[in-house]
């Protein structure tokens, strides 16, 4: 192993990739990269990939700087802006080597161009690989901020404080998705991480993650999460689990890319971040890890990644149009039902993209929309509704969400905003209570109303529902079973209590 100037260790193989897609990321890089640097893992046995997607505010050269003085191998490579984050984070994963791979998407709004991948160059001062790409896709490499000058809208690129000549030999890269997705053969490492660079690493997470990984053999590790000024997930962190699946822990409400990815199973099964999508892109990505994986770690009790709201609201989870969001909840379905055979399994894995993308498209805000809007967005449900949408995922539902989507299902606008309206004003529906308590209806909007003829088993309630009612009695013949069951092991599990004696046949 040699150690080049600056500190940069260079290695053939680190444990942990860390990959930054950097987009106007400033002030909170600095916060994002300094919680890089506290890792308590070994230097050498992480490397970091940083994409600048062409930023303006600073970000590159507060890059550039940390790879001067970073005790472990940094690449910083600065492109044009592509327009979101799938672009950065597959450059980052395509020069990855280790052996688990953290991706950090240090990125305020994207915005415009269509993004070019980077291509390996020498490496510049401090044993710093960087990379600068021009808008028409020619690179060469760069060696301190002396870096790219620009000329006439274009991107010149020197090394020693000398121009590059573009017209000598240049590496034009190839536009299309499927080259720029190709992972490069030969001697790779095992993981990879995405870091958010308006966010942050707990101490001791890297360290956490790659331990747990290792001991439990398994292809994907979540670390806790917290959220400082925004909100974060909360179902998953239970309990710490070191071997889990998607069908069997709530890890299917978390679905941003900040996880620890196992190399082999990303190339194994060509995972990529989806560059058409511009807004859901790392809920496809983590979903069909989480799918292929053989196994998945959750760290509950320790935080492991900070979440932090940005005082200018410009969060990448908070980007794209409505159409967008639509485009990207039909994506999710679609990959669910391709890699998950029909059946009560899907059904359960189809409320993520139901609950959490589609239905608050049509909550509280959608009374704020025009008439315009609101016809479009049932519009834009249709397909998703018409492909993945049935009775066997309804009943997963509460009713109030279940009564929403039936009439987006139906497309029956008028009646959806009266449902909308009784959301928005928070109330409880008052509870009817049938065949002796068994069954609870909720009496929603448009309930038992002729007119509009929606079916009773919409408001009819799941037990769990049903449970918070007084006077809801949990009936049914296989209730009637189970209390029969419980009944018989309780007599012949007392002690003390003496065998009943066999009963003779009555005298004919």
Known sequence: MSRSKGGNAAVAQPEVTVVIGAYEAMPYLVECLASLEAQTIAPERIEVIAVDD?????????LEEFAGRAPMPVTVIRQANSGGPSGPRNIGLDRATGRYRTLAQCSALQGGGVGHPARSGPKGRGGMAKIALSDDGVVGPTAGRAGSQACGGRVRPTLAGRQWPVKQEPEV???SGTDRNLLPSGRRGRQVFFLDADDRLGHEALQRMVAMADRAGTDVVLGRVEGVNRGAPKSMWGRTLERTDVHSSPIKYTLSAQKLFRRALLVRHGIRFD???FTGEDALFTMEAYLRANGVSVIADHTCYYLVGRDDGRHVTKSGSHTLRFESARRLADLIAALVPAGPRRDRLMLRPFTVTLLPQFGPRFLKDSDRV???????AK?????HWSEDVARHLKVEERLRLHLVAEQRLELLTEAVKFTAERKQAPALLERRGRR????YPHFRDRA??????VYLASPREARAFPGYREGGTATVLRRAARRAR????????PAPEPKTPAAA
């Open 383 to 387: 397909p998703l509704m018409d492909a």
């Open 452 to 457: 509009a003829g929606v079916p009773d088993s």
């Open 173 to 175: 890269v190839p536009r």
């Open 374 to 380: 609101r016809r479009h967005k049932l519009e834009l």
């Open 275 to 277: 560059e058409s999508l």
């Open 440 to 443: 609870v209806y909720l009496v």
């Open 54 to 62: 062409g930023s303006t505010d600073g970000t590159g050269e507060c």
């Open 490 to 497: 309780h007599l012949l599990t007392s002690p003390g209590r």
